[in-house]
């Protein structure tokens, strides 16, 4: 089906988000090698998914403590208040993708798993996004999240979208098959670039990236 309406994620999407970015300079690099860690050692991206949830920050820093102890706890709290140092960037290509979309007349949205206390930073540090997105829907603020189906169902009927016409992109695959699971065509973002070749098979007649 040709696609009529595109939802991009958030964080590796459309912002290049580096939780060691924040930390520099605050903590060893050795700690920060751990923190980031696909592992996860020290909890900093389970306890983020709370807040991701609805949870709030309080009271999530509070179960953090007490499972990590003072010192690991005073640098999360450091990481969640300061955390639009780890927003780096607006990812390369995709304001001028998402003009091109607005120029081909689709609609343009957002979806993210992302805290009601810190979503603001997003906004606050690319305000541009506001204007190129005709509405987001933020898990923290809706205490329901990616990839379970209400939040996409929540998303459809608030931007008055069809699932089959609509192109949802995220970073994560666990995300996309869940945008699947609820008939939306949906694909892992690699680039800017694959984004926009699969946006032109989808039948939206998007002009090649300038050079």
Known sequence: MTCTDVIFDFCGVLIDWRCAACLRGHVSNALIDEICADADPWGFFRYEAYMDEGQDFADVL?????????????IFSYYIVHYGDSLTRIVPGMERL???LHGCGAGVWGLTNWSHETFHFALDRFPRLNDLLDGIVVSGVEKMHKPNADIYELA????GLRAGSTLFFDDTEANVAGARAVGMQASRFVDSGQARVRLRESGLSLPEPAA
Not at 62 to 67: P, T
Not at 156 to 159: A, I, K, P
């Open 62 to 74: 509070a179960r953090y403590r007490h499972e990590y102890g003072d010192e690991m706890a005073d």
């Open 98 to 100: 998402l003009d091109d």
């Open 156 to 159: 459809l009927r608030r931007f």
